[in-house]
């Protein structure tokens, strides 16, 4: 069973920045995919940032520019550098990997982000 856990969240004027991390209990090299999701509230849970198979992330088009994904294999480590916060940003933020063999996608559970003045 793959153990998520990320940090970072909180709360930050417009324009600031923050760092998410997630931690993972296994190896990256375990995943064939790893990513970001958020959730606002009343909204559905939509991808922000994500890396396939060790390509060029891929990113929504309302984070491009301001957010980067990384991930540091050494240390089983995935992190989502935000800047440029604005409000809308405010959500709750979520790890996800998907299992390189079993095709498994796991979460962890969850980072809370607020954008406001």
């Known amino acids: 069973q793959v153990q998520l856990v990320e940090s970072g969240g909180g709360l930050v004027q417009p324009g600031g920045s923050l760092e998410l991390s997630c931690a993972a209990s296994e190896t990256m090299l375990s995943f064939g995919t790893v990513g970001w999701y958020r959730q606002a509230p009343g909204k559905q849970r939509e991808s922000v940032a994500h890396?396939?198979?060790?390509?060029?992330?891929i990113y929504a088009d309302s984070v491009k520019g301001r957010f980067t994904i990384s991930r540091d294999p050494a240390k089983n480590m995935v992190y989502l550098q935000m800047t440029n916060l604005k409000p809308e940003d405010t959500a709750v933020y979520y790890c996800n990997v998907i299992h390189r063999v079993s095709k498994r996608a796991y979460w962890g559970q969850g980072t809370q982000v607020t954008v406001s003045s």
């Open positions: 890396i396939i198979s060790g390509d060029f992330p």
